[in-house]
């Protein structure tokens, strides 16, 4: 399972790469593995507000349904236009061509209580257990 | 005395079929693709002189001359096509059907029989109400009968289905709520709901709260008083839940929540294991949704349709949909004068043929049988439960009710998921369980054999989930590339989801 180093994570399994105030958000590989096939992704608009830990869409496997949640608080700066018609890319490539949205944030230390590489992974170990 | 087979082959064998013209889809030819210029099934009358043409009353804009791409074929062919098809469904008439969560019990004939007679059968619903008297007092009695199974003061049958039921009883709530003058506009779920809970509480304009229930599978009232407040108007509970767990708690729960005025809404999807048992109304619900085409064996599926009774507390009787029975000096009529009702749900009575279906069950098994059926269907699942938990163990320490929800080690040990061991049991002859559901259970298989299941048949399920199991171990591949012995092996569900084709369209030329 990949969790590339220098991301942040959260627990419902969303990861945020970080440039100046605004963060890229997507799901992991873990979450993409554990949703199996997906077919469907309700994303919000760009200026939509999202706050941490409340959800900001909604995915759609073949297995379930299931709530992303965001992991900082912000404006939805941008959104991934290609996932409506191709949401296979969020199983192939979850930290690259797969990411959701791009959110300024309103506080950056939103990202202290997120996980790091090392975090994350014991997390998943324990979850596999 | 009997002729051998071997005797009476007399008959040409056929050839070998040639390479088909069409693409084989589903290894069945399309209607479409079966059609051939000209052909015709039946002729029609002539039309007698001095009728009107269709074309003549409508305008000519309305009708078409010609029906491009209809299929013409010969009446066998239709015959033929269709019982082929029809024999290509899994059916509960054929198979063991032990689908979670959906009761797929047996339908009795007796109940056939009762829909078919002529009086119920030929009855329009729109005949007036003096000439429907044993069709409405069937309704009377069928009401008073699942007041007595439910310990609820009054039901509607008027609801199609679950769903619609959900629906009618969380607008109850929205009523009974605005006539007292509260504004509440949260229901509270559990993690274990079925997926039409969360849905029609949207419908119905409230917003979804979601009680975590605790490790043992149940909802701890202590979570309920924490969650209930002034702004919930409801709590929806199936019960037993999800995880096929009576909620031992429910009474606090209900009190939890009737101390701070909410109303408890009881999903009836898994009455089946308390018909005659325990009465919802018993544990303080004020409304119950039943499903006949589950619980009282009426078809459920595609052979449908579905009825959804509602059961209520006598305070919120006032607002139970139309039509409602009211009895009268000149015997039952349908009383229109309801100022607080919902309204209709639908045209006409509910799917009345279900509710003669349902009263036949009901009067064929008796109080006592229909507490009998809910016990063996709570040994059913237990006995699987029991024999299959060396490697498919139970997802809860409870003691299951009617299903049980089952997990195991294979994707771990050998890669193999819950979706590939459901495929694999079409080559059984059995239809899956519900899988992946409920989703606190990861790899889930929810298994709910029903009351008429004979041991040898559990056993041979048994039997059959065992053998998976060391097929996996052994051959992976087996399973994985499973079934073999169905017309269509594996669709590819995500591309349909993805990118559905609803129509058939001809091939470009």
Redesign the interface.
């Known amino acids: 399972m990949e969790i590339p180093q220098g991301l942040k994570y959260s627990k419902e399994h969303e990861w945020v790469a970080t440039e100046e105030s605004v963060a890229t958000v997507g799901i992991t590989d873990h979450a993409q593995d554990q949703l199996g096939e997906i077919v469907y992704i309700e994303l919000p608009a760009v200026g939509d507000k999202v706050s941490k830990d409340d959800p900001f869409g909604v995915v759609e496997s073949v297995k379930a349904v299931s709530d992303i949640y965001a992991p900082v608080s912000g404006t939805v700066v941008e959104v991934n236009e290609d996932l409506p018609e191709s949401p296979e890319v969020v199983n192939e490539d979850p930290y690259g061509d797969g990411w959701l949205i791009k959110v300024k944030m309103n506080d950056p230390t939103d990202l202290d209580d997120l996980m790091d590489h090392e975090e994350y992974s014991e997390l998943i170990a324990r979850e596999k257990e | 005395m009997m002729a051998t087979a071997g005797k009476i082959r007399h008959i040409t064998p056929a050839p070998e079929p040639t390479p088909r013209r069409i693409e084989p889809v589903a290894g069945v030819p399309l209607i479409f693709e079966l059609s051939c210029d000209g052909r015709r099934g039946a002729d029609g009358p002539p039309r007698p002189d001095g009728v009107a043409r269709g074309a003549d009353i409508l305008g000519r804009e309305l009708c078409r001359e010609d029906l491009a791409g209809f299929p013409e074929l010969s009446e066998p062919q239709v015959l033929r096509h269709f019982l082929r098809l029809s024999q290509l469904n899994f059916a509960q008439a054929l198979q063991f059907y032990p689908l979670g969560s959906c009761t797929m019990k047996y339908n009795p004939v007796l109940n056939e029989e009762m829909a078919a007679l002529p009086g119920f059968a030929g009855l329009h619903p729109a005949a007036p109400e003096h000439l429907a008297q044993g069709a409405l007092v069937l309704m009377e009695r069928m009401e008073a009968t699942l007041a007595e199974i439910t310990g609820m003061d009054a039901v509607s049958l008027a609801p199609a289905a679950g769903a619609q039921g959900e629906l009618a009883g969380l607008l109850m709530i929205r009523a009974f709520h605005r006539k007292r003058k509260e504004l509440r506009h949260k229901v509270i779920i559990p993690d274990t709901a079925h997926?039409t809970n969360p849905a029609s509480c949207t419908l119905a304009g409230f917003q979804v709260v979601v009680a975590k229930s605790n490790k043992r599978g149940f909802l701890e009232a202590a979570e309920i008083r924490r969650l209930a407040s002034n702004d919930v108007a409801a709590m929806m509970v199936t019960n037993p839940n999800t995880l096929g767990i009576f909620e031992p708690e429910i009474r606090e729960i209900a009190d939890a929540l009737h101390e701070t005025g909410a109303l408890l809404y009881l999903d009836g999807a898994n009455m089946n294991a308390l018909l005659g048992v325990a009465k919802p109304g018993a544990t303080g619900a004020d409304i119950v949704q039943l499903n006949l085409h589950k619980t009282f064996s009426t078809p459920h599926g595609g052979g449908g349709p579905g009825a959804g009774p509602i059961g209520v507390k006598r305070r919120l009787e006032p607002f139970l949909p139309m039509p409602r029975l009211m009895r009268t000096a000149d015997g039952l009529r349908f009383d229109t004068d309801r100022a607080d009702s919902i309204g209709r749900l639908r045209s006409y009575h509910g799917n009345f043929g279900m509710l003669v279906r349902a009263y036949a069950y009901v009067l064929a098994l008796g109080g006592d049988g229909l507490a009998e059926a809910s016990r063996l269907a709570i040994l059913g699942a237990n006995y699987v439960r029991k024999r299959l938990e060396e490697k498919f163990p139970s997802a809860t320490s409870e003691p299951s009710m009617h299903e049980c929800v089952l997990t195991h080690d294979l994707e771990?040990r050998a890669g193999v998921s819950t979706?590939e061991i459901a495929k694999r049991l079409l080559d059984f002859g059995i239809h899956p369980p519900t899988i992946?559901f409920p989703?606190v259970v990861a790899g889930a298989l929810m298994i709910e054999p029903t009351e008429t299941e004979s041991r040898e048949i559990l056993d041979s399920f048994v039997a059959a989930l065992e053998k998976i199991y060391d097929e996996a171990l052994d051959d992976p591949e087996l399973v994985k590339g499973a079934p073999y012995s169905t017309v269509v092996s594996r669709v590819d569900?995500?591309e349909a989801?993805?990118h559905p084709i609803l129509r058939w369209q001809p091939k470009e030329q």
């Open positions: 997926g771990k979706l992946y989703l569900e995500a989801a993805r």
